[in-house]
């Protein structure tokens, strides 16, 4: 194994998503030397807001306001939500979507006014979207995102460049250590502060809609760098995800169309279930609440063939769903369909609950710093509670947005006087080693195996109706995956460059300190709130409305709870 190469920055972003995007262009706006490191091709990766749908939330326009906003994801996260973040990065919102406008997005208005959608949970229409109503944004952002950092000629954009952990020196956050996948060389990257946008752990469940390089690699670094990790027990699914036909599994744009042109659900009896359920809301209901009510009906023996239920359009009027149908022609999910015949008009679609979007992450302050000093997070991995126990729908990427923002301008001003940090080189010379050890064994238990694992592990015990038994024979299993697996990793190919089962190594190692986070942190919570379903105790209870911190002491997972303070939303009795 080479020796590693040495980079030096003045602001490192790890992650080249929105929230890694923004916090590159304000550090450098503020006059800070940036380096962004990304695990694949820039602007071209799996990034989550690539896939995104069309709702970013802005309260924009009376009688909404930004209190109604605060409120409304207040409730919508059962109370649990840390309300200084909350209220610190909404108040962003409407100039994080003029950016974006005036960067190009094509964004649906009227005049000079931008037109709303009402998604479950708000007060009010205030969920912005395509100019062509229904059209994802996921192609708009990828478009301008990217752009706006090319433009900066501050900001040097590293590609395949995957950050494994975190270099710290007395106490302190110094940079990170990582893969260069194009010279297959280990690189230490000095900086004066390092901001964390590396986006969620989805890929540790057997299904998702995310991207399978989600593996949780920013807050596995962050656990064992000794950053405080919060919210682990919480991880959204989304109720529509396609399931069948088989040729667009996991696609999204479902979940538009659930709310565009208000599908129905149906179990195999043919039966409108959600009826059941919710009555009120019906079909309607939070995305939460849906995906709970869809995992009952197949656990109960009521699914489709496939494991999900049935999401039918046949009650919408034709000559509706056929201009539906032209306005977005196209849209890749609906090309796919007709490409096996199947008319979405007459033909019921099977969907059910995917891995979407994870609340938990490093417990930050309203400048996103975290209790490490010198590093920053921020998007899905820094959670801060600001989502509590579920997530608003379209709070995503304004809360990314603002994040970023909020980090890359606090990185700035920390950096503008000092000098860099140094590192520890004996840190940075264990890590290396760690990277050829994969290598030195010649037979083993290759990734794929490691990470199919955890997926069967977590998709078992930790998703909905988990009880005590369960969590703690999944904690068993990880037991046995660290000391007879992870002792055995190791990479078959011996080529060095662009060796991706050398990259899926560490990613299994990250999935690995993830899967034991989520577990112990369900365990802890005795109770059931939000995303987090408990059947030995079903009930939320107001003596859990606390955060569960963990953080790693003395090579010990370490919990503790803080209370959770209620300065703008207070929750009523009977919720």
Same mark, same amino acid.
């Given at each position: 194994?080479?020796?590693?190469?040495?980079?030096?920055?003045?602001?490192?972003?790890?992650?080249?998503?929105?929230?890694?995007?923004?916090?590159?262009?304000?550090?450098?706006?503020?006059?800070?030397?940036?380096?962004?490191?990304?695990?694949?091709?820039?602007?071209?990766?799996?990034?989550?807001?690539?896939?995104?749908?069309?709702?970013?939330?802005?309260?924009?326009?009376?009688?909404?306001?930004?209190?109604?906003?605060?409120?409304?994801?207040?409730?919508?996260?059962?109370?649990?939500?840390?309300?200084?973040?909350?209220?610190?990065?909404?108040?962003?919102?409407?100039?994080?979507?003029?950016?974006?406008?005036?960067?190009?997005?094509?964004?649906?208005?009227?005049?000079?006014?931008?037109?709303?959608?009402?998604?479950?949970?708000?007060?009010?229409a205030r969920s912005i979207h395509h100019a062509h109503f229904g059209k994802m944004?996921?192609?708009?952002?990828?478009?301008?995102?990217?752009?706006?950092?090319?433009?900066?000629?501050?900001?040097?954009?590293?590609?395949?460049?995957?950050?494994?952990?975190?270099?710290?020196?007395?106490?302190?956050?110094?940079?990170?250590?990582?893969?260069?996948?194009?010279?297959?060389?280990?690189?230490?990257?000095?900086?004066?502060?390092?901001?964390?946008?590396?986006?969620?752990?989805?890929?540790?469940?057997?299904?998702?809609?995310?991207?399978?390089?989600?593996?949780?690699?920013?807050?596995?670094?962050?656990?064992?760098?000794?950053?405080?990790?919060?919210?682990?027990?919480?991880?959204?699914?989304?109720?529509?995800?396609?399931?069948?036909?088989?040729?667009?599994?996991?696609?999204?744009?479902?979940?538009?169309?659930?709310?565009?042109?208000?599908?129905?659900?149906?179990?195999?009896?043919?039966?409108?279930?959600?009826?059941?359920?919710?009555?009120?809301?019906?079909?309607?209901?939070?995305?939460?609440?849906?995906?709970?009510?869809?995992?009952?009906?197949?656990?109960?023996?009521?699914?489709?063939?496939?494991?999900?239920?049935?999401?039918?359009?046949?009650?919408?009027?034709?000559?509706?769903?056929?201009?539906?149908?032209?306005?977005?022609?196209?849209?890749?999910?609906?090309?796919?369909?007709?490409?096996?015949?199947?008319?979405?008009?007459?033909?019921?679609?099977?969907?059910?609950?995917?891995?979407?979007?994870?609340?938990?992450?490093?417990?930050?302050?309203?400048?996103?710093?975290?209790?490490?000093?010198?590093?920053?997070?921020?998007?899905?991995?820094?959670? !801060?509670?600001?989502?509590? *126990? @579920?997530?608003?729908? $379209?709070?995503?990427?304004? =809360?990314?947005? #603002?994040?970023? +923002?909020?980090? !890359?301008?606090?990185?700035? *001003? @920390?950096?503008?006087? $000092?000098?860099?940090?140094? =590192?520890?080189? #004996?840190?940075? +010379?264990?890590?290396?080693?760690?990277?050829?050890?994969?290598?030195?064994?010649?037979?083993?238990?290759?990734?794929?195996?490691?990470?199919?694992?955890?997926?069967?592990?977590?998709?078992?015990?930790?998703?909905?109706?988990?009880?005590?038994?369960?969590?703690?024979?999944?904690?068993?299993?990880?037991?046995?995956?660290?000391?007879?697996?992870?002792?055995?990793?190791?990479?078959?190919?011996?080529?060095?460059?662009?060796?991706?089962?050398?990259?899926?190594?560490?990613?299994?190692?990250?999935?690995?300190?993830?899967?034991?986070?989520?577990?112990?942190?369900?365990?802890?919570?005795?109770?059931?709130?939000?995303?987090?379903?408990?059947?030995?105790?079903?009930?939320?209870?107001?003596?859990?409305?606390?955060?569960?911190?963990?953080?790693?002491?003395?090579?010990?997972?370490?919990?503790?709870?803080?209370?959770?303070?209620?300065?703008?939303?207070?929750?009523?009795?009977?919720?």
């Open positions: 194994m080479k020796a590693y190469q040495t980079i030096q920055t003045e602001v490192l972003v790890i992650g080249g998503g929105i929230a890694g995007i923004r916090a590159a262009m304000e550090a450098h706006d503020q006059g800070a030397k940036v380096f962004l490191a990304n695990k694949s091709a820039f602007g071209r990766d799996g990034a989550a807001v690539w896939m995104a749908g069309w709702g970013f939330q802005a309260a924009l326009y009376p009688p909404d306001s930004l209190d109604q906003h605060v409120a409304d994801t207040v409730k919508g996260g059962w109370y649990l939500n840390n309300q200084e973040l909350v209220r610190t990065f909404l108040s962003m919102a409407p100039k994080c979507l003029d950016e974006l406008s005036k960067w190009g997005m094509r964004l649906g208005k009227d005049g000079d006014r931008f037109t709303h959608a009402r998604l479950p949970g708000h007060s009010y944004l996921g192609a708009e952002y990828k478009k301008v995102l990217p752009r706006q950092v090319r433009r900066r000629k501050g900001i040097t954009v590293s590609e395949d460049l995957f950050v494994f952990d975190l270099l710290k020196t007395d106490g302190e956050a110094a940079g990170a250590m990582a893969l260069d996948m194009v010279r297959g060389a280990p690189v230490a990257i000095e900086a004066k502060a390092t901001i964390l946008a590396t986006g969620g752990y989805m890929a540790c469940y057997p299904f998702t809609t995310a991207n399978s390089t989600a593996t949780g690699d920013g807050h596995a670094a962050a656990y064992r760098a000794g950053v405080q990790m919060t919210g682990m027990e919480f991880v959204q699914f989304i109720p529509t995800a396609a399931i069948w036909p088989d040729n667009v599994r996991g696609d999204l744009f479902t979940y538009s169309m659930l709310n565009l042109v208000y599908g129905m659900f149906f179990n195999k009896t043919g039966e409108r279930f959600m009826e059941r359920y919710y009555p009120k809301e019906k079909d309607w209901a939070t995305r939460e609440a849906a995906s709970r009510a869809i995992a009952r009906e197949v656990r109960e023996g009521r699914g489709a063939p496939h494991g999900g239920v049935y999401l039918s359009f046949k009650h919408i009027p034709r000559n509706i769903m056929n201009r539906f149908l032209e306005e977005n022609r196209e849209s890749s999910f609906l090309q796919k369909l007709k490409e096996v015949g199947f008319d979405i008009r007459e033909d019921a679609l099977e969907v059910g609950p995917a891995a979407h979007y994870v609340q938990g992450g490093c417990w930050i302050d309203p400048a996103c710093r975290t209790n490490l000093k010198r590093l920053y997070a921020a998007g899905e991995v820094g959670s !801060g509670e600001k989502d509590g *126990a @579920d997530r608003l729908a $379209g709070n995503s990427l304004p =809360f990314c947005m #603002a994040m970023g +923002e909020v980090a !890359g301008r606090q990185a700035a *001003a @920390d950096v503008a006087s $000092g000098s860099l940090p140094g =590192f520890d080189p #004996a840190q940075a +010379e264990a890590l290396t080693r760690k990277l050829s050890g994969y290598f030195n064994r010649t037979d083993g238990v290759q990734p794929f195996q490691i990470k199919e694992r955890i997926q069967q592990t977590l998709g078992a015990h930790a998703v909905f109706e988990k009880d005590a038994a369960g969590l703690t024979a999944a904690l068993k299993d990880l037991a046995d995956i660290r000391e007879n697996m992870l002792t055995r990793l190791c990479a078959r190919a011996k080529a060095t460059r662009f060796n991706l089962e050398w990259m899926e190594a560490l990613e299994a190692e990250n999935m690995t300190d993830v899967a034991e986070m989520v577990l112990r942190s369900a365990l802890m919570r005795q109770e059931s709130r939000g995303l987090h379903e408990r059947r030995d105790f079903p009930q939320a209870d107001p003596a859990w409305l606390k955060h569960i911190i963990l953080e790693k002491k003395a090579d010990e997972m370490s919990f503790s709870t803080r209370a959770v303070t209620f300065p703008y939303v207070q929750p009523k009795k009977e919720e």
